[in-house]
C-alpha cells in the first residue's frame, strides 16, 4: 500500500467536506490491496477491465460498491450486470440497450453516467459534447426501465498545464448543472442527475474545486500499477 491510513484519511476527509465521494481506482492492483483499504472503512472502488473485476468480485466482500469506469463492450455487458454498482462509461445508445437488458434479466436497475469528451487528446473516449446532449435529449422518451442516468463523467487532458485541465473541467461542470437544471424542470422517470464524476490522482482537488462530486483516485492511494 502506497499510502499511509493517516494521508488516506486526509483524502476522506476533503471528499467528504466537499460531499464528493471517493472512488479507490484499484485497476492493476492485487485483491490484498483492496482488502486493505476495506479494512480502513473504503467501500466504492473503481475498475477498468471486465476480466480483472470478474476475477476479483467474488473474491471480496459483497458490500464493495464497484465503479466500471473503463471501456465497456457490449457483448461484455453480461459478465458486470449482476452486481456493478456505476457505469461511468456509457459512450452510445447501443451500449445502454445492452446495459438494460442484462440489468433486467437481473432484476436490476443499473445507474449509469454518461462519458464526455472533455480532452485535447484524440485518444480519451467519450461523447462529444453535442452527442451527449442528443442522447439526453433521446433518453427523455425511453422505455428503459432497468436503468438510471445519474449524471456525467470525464478525463481531463494529460497535462502539466493548469489551465487547461480547469478549462476542461469547467465545460463540464457547466454541462452537468445546465442538464442538472433541465431534468429538475423537465423530469423522466429514468433521469436522476446528481453525480458528476471527474478528478484523478493528480487533479482531484482541481476537479473538487469545479464541482466535482465523485473523485476516482488510483496511483495516489495504491501506488503504480505494475
Ligand atoms: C486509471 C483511471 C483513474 C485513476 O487514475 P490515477 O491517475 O491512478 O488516479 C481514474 N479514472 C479512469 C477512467 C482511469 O482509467
Not at 46 to 56: F, I, R, T
Request: aromatic share 10%; charged share 15%; net charge neutral.
Amino acid at each position: 500500500m502506497a499510502i499511509s491510513k493517516s494521508a488516506f484519511n486526509t483524502l476522506l476527509k476533503e471528499t467528504q467536506e466537499t460531499n464528493s465521494t471517493l472512488v479507490a481506482v484499484s485497476k492493476l492492483q492485487p485483491v490484498s490491496a483492496i482488502e486493505s483499504l476495506y479494512a480502513w472503512g473504503q467501500r466504492n472502488f473503481g475498475e477498468n477491465y471486465v476480466q480483472e473485476l470478474m476475477a476479483k468480485q467474488p473474491q471480496l466482500p459483497a458490500d464493495i460498491q464497484w465503479h466500471f469506469i473503463g471501456h465497456l463492450q457490449t457483448n461484455k455487458v453480461k459478465y458486470i450486470a449482476p452486481f456493478v454498482h456505476l457505469v461511468h462509461t456509457v459512450d452510445s445508445e447501443k451500449l445502454l440497450l445492452e446495459i438494460n437488458r442484462q440489468a433486467a434479466k437481473n432484476n436490476r436497475v443499473i445507474h449509469c453516467l454518461i462519458q464526455v469528451h472533455i480532452a485535447e487528446e484524440d485518444s480519451k473516449f467519450g461523447l462529444l459534447p453535442g452527442q451527449a446532449e442528443a442522447l439526453l435529449i433521446s433518453l427523455q422518451q425511453s422505455t428503459f426501465k432497468n436503468i438510471m442516468i445519474a449524471g456525467l463523467m470525464g478525463m481531463a487532458s494529460f497535462s502539466q498545464d493548469e489551465h487547461t485541465i480547469a478549462g476542461e473541467f469547467k465545460l463540464l461542470q457547466q454541462l452537468f448543472n445546465k442538464y442538472q437544471r433541465y431534468f429538475s424542470t423537465h423530469p423522466a422517470p429514468h433521469i436522476a442527475f446528481n453525480t458528476l464524476s471527474m478528478g484523478m490522482s493528480g487533479d482531484y482537488q482541481l476537479a473538487l474545486q469545479y464541482g466535482s462530486n465523485m473523485i476516482r483516485v488510483g496511483s495516489l492511494i495504491f501506488g503504480h500499477r505494475s
